[in-house]
């Protein structure tokens, strides 16, 4: 069940008057019953395995490590624990990789992995490592409640792509009593269209022209393999962030809070700035639970030792995102990028005195330009089937327009270019001048916002995209 | 006071717009959808008024587009001496629908030539999409809603928008061969042949892997009541792009398979009707007017070798078998 399904839109009202009508001390059981439902309805029985494997282990190595005084014994622990649970991560990650060594190796034909879905293992394997770290670390208390630390891993907003959420911060919401707030719940329900506004139609709109290029790339050259890369920048933003916006848009509908996972990424001047725009969650996790071990483990190697810690903590990033070369090669570009930002930075500020411009408003126009491009140069590896693809992509881009008016713009008909263009200036005016977006956001807080409330709908209804692609990292 | 009426007020604020939204979009829908008389979905009318008025002894060719391209009615009755009607029209119609359809209209001594897309043996495409809703508001027969498995119904209509936004240029712009008025008086579709091929791609959705048994056993039913009552029914394989095929060999061997395993005997093999994808118009399905000759042969000469041997029919005992 996808939020941008018609079984969800149902699926939400009936669960939120069951929770209502429900008093405070069981409504952990509603949610709970309807977080494993929500799971179970990706009719993969295993999943439902996995996550209570994952929440068995981490509860009991939470209490564990809680118990025990001996700074021996909580260690090991909590490396049972994580070891655990990063096991079956990686046999979820990376079966297709295994199974197509043994194939090769034993001359099998096996095709298991064709048949398995992950969606969701690793935002609740995460957040089962980030929680038993920060007991171990002192940081958190462990909770002696099955159901509410269950409840913590497999809350349904966030189960299937996150935000990856502390137990500091979700689990006291989860047990706190629910009380019906009229904003809490306007607001909400006003995020959650905007986020399916996001991706049916902006985000699976822009797919049409990303797929049809990614797909067959040698059908394209120059111009129209920039547009396509262009088009899948935006698409996998816009995909994200409206999940992210529906899913805290459904727990603000329960009184939680979710962490907010972008921060207009697009505009940021530079690639750290970038990381700290997007997917937010995430990347504090890799910083605390990676980067920073990495870094204190390699202080002594002065400026090298953060450089190799963003270059390794990035490669892992990349090769979490699957077994490929693609994003093997994205995650390091990624790393090159930080590290070599933390050599060249000081070099770039004289650079900027000298000429004169550190005060300009230009340059960080440049800067967003710059970085937007090399973010962008990077998804060429993230969104290509294949290295060699890729390779083509980034070698055609300058040469001629093959297929760009009639097979890639005029395609899709006129219609979607108008409509695209018309929400990403709308996205970009917003971005860069706060009153469109409070005066966007005005028209659903007046007098007439339920009129607008009935024409967003009725734009989303006519212009979406529905049943066409599921969200992209559903399958990370 | 006031805060104990907000949550139900705001739930009667909410339920009472979502019902305007409902009736708006339904409206709107309805409204286009009905005022679409040359509506390529509309053509079902001109078919099944085809098909009343064709008397028996007759051919009836029943499947998706892929026969309303790529079969030439006027070569196929010469060959074979009967009226042929071409109910080929669109898979999203589901076969179960297109089976129905044609079940009142065919009698004693008919010929039923049964050519599905591969889509309709896997996954739930054999109970119809957003095809057959939109010829339930065309035809008005709401009773084919039934057809639909209900969860599917809401999907279905969301996906139905497509209709809405591209109003303008399908009915303000339209040089469509998408239309009502494209086929001949067989019911085949003639307005792509004079036409260049369309560029097309061939990454479609993979076919699901599950194969829908009781899609099978359905059809096997119908093969077996039929030939109780005298129609032979034939099953042939659909034209397919190479590219495509390649792609989806997998899934097309475990339909044969399914196909062999309840007794189901299909004319040749699927690899019989792959052609080269420059023989297609602007769909994998879609063969343009080179290869839909060449695909029109080859279908008579199956039909031919096949007419020979009748024996190769289920009946209705061995159904009741089957379905043990």
């Known amino acids: 069940m996808s939020f941008n399904s018609a079984q969800y839109f149902i699926f939400l009202p009936v669960v939120f008057l069951v929770f209502y009508f429900t008093a405070d001390r069981y409504r952990w059981v509603v949610l709970l019953v309807a977080s494993y439902g929500f799971y179970a309805s990706f009719n993969a029985p295993y999943l439902l395995a996995v996550l209570l ?67 969701g293992v690793s935002y609740f394997t995460f957040q089962a490592i980030s929680y038993l770290v920060d007991i171990y670390l002192e940081i958190e208390e462990s909770e002696c409640h099955f159901g509410h630390f269950a409840l913590y891993l497999a809350f349904f907003p966030k189960l299937s792509q996150g935000p990856i959420e502390r137990a500091g911060d979700l689990l006291p919401q989860l047990k706190q009593p629910y009380r019906f707030d009229y904003d809490a719940m306007r607001s909400g329900m006003l995020l959650f269209t905007w986020g399916l506004f996001k991706k049916v139609v902006v985000a699976d709109r822009l797919a049409l022209y990303a797929d049809q290029v990614y797909n067959n790339v040698h059908n394209y050259t120059g111009l129209s393999l920039i547009i396509g890369t262009y088009a899948y920048a935006l698409q996998i933003y816009f995909d994200f962030a409206g999940y992210t916006d529906m899913a805290r848009g459904t727990g603000r509908m329960f009184g939680i809070n979710l962490t907010e996972n972008f921060n207009s990424p697009y505009s940021a001047t530079s690639v750290a700035d970038f990381w700290r725009r997007w997917h937010i969650s995430f990347s504090r996790w890799i910083l605390d639970y990676i980067f920073k071990p990495l870094q204190m483990a390699w202080r002594n190697w002065g400026q090298a030792g953060p450089a190799a810690a963003l270059i390794v903590t990035f490669l892992v990033c990349g090769i979490w995102h699957g077994a490929t070369w693609g994003f093997v090669i994205w995650g390091l570009l990624h790393g090159i990028y930080l590290a070599s930002s933390t050599s060249y930075r000081p070099y770039q500020k004289r650079l900027h005195k000298w000429l004169g411009v550190e005060k300009s408003p230009w340059l960080k126009w440049w800067q967003m330009f710059v970085t937007f491009n090399l973010v962008s140069f990077a998804w060429v590896f993230f969104r290509s089937k294949s290295l060699g693809d890729a390779w083509y992509v980034i070698s055609s881009w300058f040469h001629g327009v093959k297929g760009l008016r009639s097979d890639l713009i005029l395609s899709q008909g006129r219609q979607n270019i108008l409509l695209l263009l018309a929400c990403i200036t709308l996205f970009v005016l917003a971005a860069i001048r706060p009153q469109v977006a409070e005066r966007f956001n005005s028209l659903f807080n007046g007098t007439s916002r339920w009129l607008f409330y009935y024409l967003f709908v009725m734009l989303i209804l006519i212009c979406g995209l529905f049943g066409k692609a599921e969200f992209i990292y559903g399958r990370f | 006071m006031e805060d104990s009426r907000r949550p139900t007020v705001l739930f009667i604020k909410w339920v009472a717009m979502l019902v305007v939204v409902a009736l708006s979009y339904t409206g709107l829908l309805y409204y286009i959808v009905i005022n679409g008389k040359d509506n390529y979905l509309a053509a079902t009318f001109n078919k099944m008024k085809l098909l009343e008025n064709t008397l028996s002894p007759k051919m009836v060719l029943v499947g998706g587009s892929n026969i309303a ?75 084919a809603l039934g057809y639909i498995p209900a969860l599917k119904i809401p999907n279905i209509a969301l996906r139905l928008n497509r209709i809405i936004f591209s109003y303008y240029n399908e009915h303000v712009n339209s040089d469509s061969i998408y239309s009502r008025n494209s086929f001949n008086s067989d019911g085949d579709l003639t307005a792509h042949l004079a036409l260049p091929n369309v560029k097309f791609s061939i990454d479609y959705k993979a076919l699901p892997a599950d194969i829908n048994q009781k899609a099978i056993r359905y059809l096997y039913n119908f093969i077996a009541t039929n030939a109780d009552h005298g129609i032979t029914t034939l099953i042939l394989y659909p034209c397919l792009a190479r590219s495509y095929y390649h792609r989806q060999a997998a899934t097309i061997a475990k339909i044969a398979g399914a196909f062999s395993n309840n007794g189901i005997h299909v004319l040749s093999s699927a690899q019989d009707f792959v052609y080269d994808d420059d023989l297609f118009f602007n769909t994998h399905y879609h063969l343009n007017a080179q290869g839909r000759s060449l695909h029109t042969e080859k279908t008579i000469q199956a039909l031919k070798v096949a007419l020979m041997d009748r024996t190769l029919a289920p009946t209705s005992t061995s159904a009741q078998n089957l379905n043990k």
């Open chain 1, 53 to 119: 494997m994952v929440t068995g282990i981490s509860y009991t190595c939470g209490l564990r490590i809680a118990a025990k005084q001996d700074e021996t014994i909580r260690k090991r622990w909590l490396w049972i624990g994580s070891f655990a649970c990063l096991t079956i991560l990686a046999l979820f990650k990376y079966l297709p990789f295994f199974e197509s060594q043994a194939n090769r190796t034993f001359g099998l034909s096996s095709t298991l992995s064709s048949t398995i879905i992950s969606i």
């Open chain 2, 69 to 143: 391209f790529g079969l030439d009615s006027t070569k196929t009755r010469q060959a074979f001496g009967l009226p042929v009607v071409n109910m080929g029209l669109h898979s999203g119609l589901g076969l179960k629908f297109m089976l129905d359809q044609v079940k009142p209209y065919i009698n004693k001594n008919d010929i039923v030539v049964i050519v599905p897309e591969y889509s309709q043996y896997v996954g739930d495409s054999f109970y119809g999409d957003e095809a057959l809703l939109e010829v339930v508001m065309i035809t008005k027969d709401w009773s």
